[in-house]
């Protein structure tokens, strides 16, 4: 079974500071990788996906992952974070041939002024 | 846009009751899925349907059920609500069956068992 770790449940900013979430996956099959985004009181939306390819992806709001094979990580890094970045994000994998998403337990991600 | 909407933001129930919820989007997408949200724990799936009429069992499908008469309209049943199903309540639904499509979320009904 596969299974995703974010290694930092809150992770306390300032804000035009960079910020990385860390993310390790475990599968015994290739997978695909996504960050998702869950704004105050709102659903989750698309920050950025891993399907195959250059290992280094960029997302929307100037967010970019790398995925390290060897590793088995994805973080996701911003070089300067707004207050609008005040979120919880997830992370998540997919098995190469499924469809059922499988998440981390989410980093809570608070950008003081 | 996508649009997944939710019938309820808020809803409070009593232990013993039959709760439904509601979820529809308006993409014609084929597959929708049911998730709770707890902190630390992430998103856990409960059920998911890729096509009417058809069902699949998440990770923690127990106490729940599902239904889905319409393409766009896929439904959580709580037979008998019981208070550790006090919870946030996420639907979505992505285009096709195939994993790599992004998945679009609801906002979520907060649900209460006393």
């Known amino acids: 079974a596969q299974s995703v770790t974010q290694l930092d449940s809150q992770v306390p900013v300032f804000e035009e500071a960079p910020v990385e979430l860390r993310c390790n996956y475990s599968s015994s099959v290739s997978v695909y990788l996504f960050w998702y985004v869950q704004y105050p009181n709102q659903g989750l939306q698309l920050l950025l996906k891993?399907?195959?390819?250059?290992?280094l992806v960029k997302g929307i709001n100037g967010f970019e992952a790398e995925f390290n094979k060897s590793q088995t990580s994805f973080h996701l890094r911003k070089p300067s974070v707004h207050i609008s970045d005040t979120a919880e994000y997830f992370c998540?994998?997919?098995?190469?041939?499924?469809?059922?998403?499988?998440f981390g337990g989410g980093t809570r991600v608070l950008v003081k002024p | 846009d996508v649009k997944v909407t939710q019938s309820s933001r808020y809803l409070v129930k009593r232990t013993g009751e039959k709760v439904f919820l509601e979820c529809v989007q308006d993409?014609?997408?084929?597959?929708m899925f049911w998730y709770r949200q707890d902190p630390g724990l992430g998103l856990r799936l409960i059920y998911f349907?890729?096509?009417?009429?058809?069902?699949e069992k998440g990770d923690i499908p127990e106490g729940y059920s599902v239904s889905r008469e319409k393409k766009e309209r896929f439904s959580l049943i709580l037979e008998s609500a019981s208070t550790n199903q006090t919870s946030m309540y996420l639907c979505?639904?992505?285009?096709?069956?195939?994993?790599?499509?992004?998945?679009?979320f609801g906002p979520g009904t907060r649900l209460t068992v006393t």
């Open positions: 891993y399907l195959s390819g250059s290992t």
């Open positions: 979505a639904s992505s285009l096709s069956r195939d994993g790599y499509y992004e998945q679009y």
């Open positions: 993409m014609d997408h084929e597959n």
């Open positions: 998540g994998l997919i098995k190469a041939a499924g469809n059922k998403l499988t």
């Open positions: 349907s890729y096509d009417v009429k058809m069902k």
